[in-house]
């Protein structure tokens, strides 16, 4: 037989315990500065568009074999 009791209070121990974790990792984190997230930006959008051009490339191999 399935115990629903325990499962839920299992269930209830798990989220508690994640948002437990996830209060210490807001309360430790900090902010990028400007110089920071300005580096992020270009290197997302450079990755963004390395991923496009070899999707777009892939697309074309595909629809010439």
Known sequence: M??????IAG???FI???VKQSMRVMNV???PR???????????GIGMILV???GML???VVNLV
């Open 16 to 18: 508690v315990g994640f």
């Open 34 to 44: 400007q110089k920071e997230f300005d580096k992020i930006v270009k290197i997302t």
């Open 52 to 54: 496009g051009i070899f």
């Open 2 to 7: 399935f115990d629903v009791v325990g499962f």
């Open 11 to 13: 269930l209830v121990n």
């Open 58 to 60: 892939l697309s074309f």
């Open 29 to 31: 984190a900090t902010r």
